[in-house]
């Protein structure tokens, strides 16, 4: 299985301030395609995950510009420019390349 | 609008079964890939199986291989869970999702909730 380790699991974030999660995986989620499956998922408490960065890089419809993802090989960060209160919640990433899909532990941030 | 929706959760005693059901809404599967995935209290995500739409081919977890099966009805636009020999660590909140473009994992549902208890 491809594991995900991400960091911080907790993050403590001032309003309009940046924050940054890192994701680094066991392994390649390059596919033989030659697309790398890795997301990124927002859950704020009592709701569904929804998906915010697909493939890295590509934000969903409707997913504000603050939010953008990189990366390649093995590492991978989610960045946030300017915190908003709306942000908090557990954030996960996913690769969707090799079965079992896999999740990182999760990042919770929070408003200082 | 289009949505998932799970269904057959409850409380139940262990080693008993249980069958889930998901039925997409306003949404037909098509290509790719029908996933579970499970969220028990206070922890993260964790995928439990998937089936491939087109062509009926499974995954498990490690966790639940060979008590968990998959199943789909093309016909009713549905997946299924069933889950034998439940434990309670299989306690969870239990999603569907799906797979709009390989690997996505777009769309969710609001998930089930399964409680393993005596």
């Known amino acids: 299985d491809v594991i995900l380790t991400q960091s911080p699991l907790s993050l403590p974030v001032t309003l309009g301030q940046p924050a940054s999660i890192s994701c680094r995986s066991g392994?390649?989620?390059?596919?033989?395609?030659?697309?790398?499956?890795l997301n990124w998922f927002h859950q704020r408490p009592g709701q569904s995950p929804r998906r915010l960065i697909y493939?890295?890089?590509n934000r969903d419809s409707g997913v504000p510009d603050r939010f953008s993802g990189s990366g390649s090989g093995t590492d991978f960060t989610l960045k946030i420019s300017r915190v908003e209160a709306e942000d908090v919640g557990i954030y996960y990433c996913m690769q969707g390349t090799h079965w079992p899909y896999t999740f990182g532990q999760g990042t919770k941030l929070e408003i200082k | 609008e289009a949505q998932l929706v799970e269904s057959g959760g409850g409380l139940v005693q262990p080693g008993r079964s249980l069958r889930l059901s998901c039925v997409g809404s306003?949404?037909?599967?098509?290509?790719?890939?029908v996933h579970w995935v499970r969220q028990a209290p206070g922890k993260g995500l964790e995928w439990v199986s998937g089936i491939y739409w087109a062509g009926g081919g499974t995954g498990y977890a490690d966790s639940v291989k060979g008590r968990f099966t998959m199943s789909r009805d093309k016909a009713k636009n549905s997946v299924y869970l069933q889950m034998n020999s439940l434990r309670p660590e299989d306690t969870a909140l239990y999603y569907c999702g799906y797979d709009l473009t390989p690997g996505g994992l777009e769309s969710w549902g609001q998930g089930t909730q399964v409680t393993v208890s005596s």
């Open positions: 493939k890295v890089s």
């Open positions: 306003g949404l037909t599967f098509s290509n790719y890939a």
């Open positions: 392994q390649s989620p390059v596919s033989s395609d030659g697309h790398t499956y």
